[in-house]
Antibody, heavy 116, light 107 residues
Framework: EVQLVQSGAEVKKPGESLKISCETSGYIFTSYWIAWVRQMPGKGLEWMGSIFAGDSDTKYSPSFEGQVTMSADKSISTAYLRWRSLKASDTAMYYC??????????WGQGTPVTVS | SYEVTQPPSVSVSPGQTASIACSGD??????ACWFQQKPGQSPVLIIY???KRPSGIPERISASKSGNTATLTISGAQPVDEADYYCQTWGSSTDVIFGGGTKLTVL
């Protein structure tokens, strides 16, 4: 069974760094793209960017380029999303999702991030 | 940058048909997907490649695309269908675009 399990809730202060994870199982990690999606409180879905786990080729949304860094560790089938310096406006739920032939069919449970 | 537009809300009575449109220039050249999201839950893919349903999605959920507009249709809407619905397509190269979301109310 394909699973994407995200790391737990985070509470941080402005200016702090953060790295959240998306641990995958049940498929060949290096054969698929993983996307990160932001959902601010009460708002819609925003694509932040995608990473191909096989070679870490990364595509960022212009809105998030330079604000976050995506990475993937093939040895443990895990994708990451990192911030160097958090802002209050980064408070949101963050989802990872896997792209397959049906589209973004498999999603993680989400990681809530609070910056205050 | 590319955008796709959905109505913020749609309301129907139980048993009626709900339709949600999603429009944008990029839809003319790209497939559409639809996601259902209920409060406190992750999005669920309910339509891919314009009209295809993943396994487990009921037949009363259907979709189509014509030109620059994709349409999600829920026939015989039930209270369990109350959720936010998002269309999704692609912009240039591999950029992913989500619509703003539509809150479906069944009452």
């Amino acid at each position: 069974e394909v699973q994407l399990v995200q790391s737990g809730a985070e509470v941080k202060k402005p200016g702090e760094s953060l790295k959240i994870s998306c641990e995958t199982s049940g498929y060949i990690f290096t054969s698929y793209w993983i996307a990160w999606v932001r959902q601010m409180p009460g708002k819609g879905l925003e694509w932040m960017g995608s990473i191909f786990a096989g070679d870490s080729d990364t595509k960022y949304s212009p809105s998030f380029e330079g604000q976050v860094t995506m990475s993937a560790d093939k040895s443990i089938s895990t994708a990451y999303l990192r911030w160097r310096s958090l802002k209050a406006s980064d408070t949101a739920m963050y989802y990872c999702a896997r792209l397959d032939s049906s589209g973004w069919a498999k999603w993680g449970q989400g990681t809530p991030v609070t910056v205050s | 940058s590319y955008e796709v537009t959905q109505p913020p809300s749609v309301s129907v009575s139980p048993g009626q048909t709900a339709s949600i449109a999603c429009s944008g220039d990029t839809l003319g050249d790209n497939n559409a997907c639809w996601f259902q999201q209920k409060p406190g839950q992750s999005p669920v893919l309910i339509i891919y490649q314009n009209y295809k349903r993943p396994s487990g999605i009921p037949e009363r959920i259907s979709a189509s695309k014509s030109g620059n507009t994709a349409t999600l249709t829920i026939s015989g809407a039930q209270p369990v269908d109350e959720a936010d619905y998002y269309c999704q397509t692609w912009g240039s190269s591999t950029d992913v675009i989500f619509g703003g979301g539509t809150k479906l109310t069944v009452l």
